[in-house]
């Protein structure tokens, strides 16, 4: 993946879930081990942080939570904190949180302080509904029985499955996605274990029969799906390819940034050079030049019509 796509994607796509730059990634297996606290809350305000110091990017404002659950930490139940966070668009980016909105929280206490602050930033507060927080419960609950066992070897195994589970859940997807396939993502390009991480956890045949029949349950693609592609792809993969053209076919018009990895991945597999000259082109168009939304929009319909 080119440099200059993941600035356009980081300028453009503020996702306080999955973006949160430069700073490595913090799927929720490392959130789960490095949290000193794990709640899930309402936001009842957020105000202005009158004291603040000067550059304190990330504390110029006061979240208020209520605390409905504690699945790790000394807070309780019903019991109302104060965490710091910023409204202010930043690089990295941080905490995300919004008055009225349940959401899942890593935090740490402040030194000296009552109040807290989010763990790695925004990917440490997850804006979720309770049907989706109950499958993040879920997972951080198995998370945290894994981390007891005591035979690494045993371990090892049981973090792999987990990994897998959260893959087949679109509300986990990245969370296993990211570890099973960091390359695969854009975000590896801030990684500072990126020179030792990649494809840390082997998948066995089963697991992977597991990813390949969700990724062709879907009925779009999505940009956390490039991940699965890299771990379920097979020699001479027809199957996969034919799937993948049938796909961006139907959803290519809702594609920007993402629209080129697909092509590529398209490309690739197909072996055509007509397609790869095409997300080539795509590849090379400068980011900043007048009209590229309508140019990649473009260049997206040309390699449609080709398929």
Known sequence: MKLKSFLLLILTVLSYNLFAYPISP???RKLIIESENIVYGEVLDIKENKKVKKHDWFKSEIVVLKIHDVLHGNIKPDQIIEI???SYISCP????YEKGK???AFLYKEKNDDRYSTHSLSYGSKTLEKEEYSVYKKRILEMQD???IKNEEEKHIQIVDWLVECALQKTTKWEGT???SP???FMSFYDRDKDIFVRKFELNDTQKGKLRNSFFSQKTLEYQDLGLIDLITKPNDKELLDFLITRFKETHKDFLFEGNFFMSKIADLSDRNDLKEISEKNEKLDMLSENYDQKTKDILNEFASKL
């Not at 980016?93 to 995300?96: N, Q, S």
């Open 146 to 148: 894994i981390l007891k």
């Open 102 to 104: 349940l959401t899942l």
């Open 93 to 96: 980016a941080p905490a995300y």
């Open 26 to 28: 913090m799927p929720l």
């Open 84 to 86: 710091y966070t910023s």
């Open 183 to 185: 390359e695969s993502d």
């Open 178 to 180: 990211y570890e099973l």
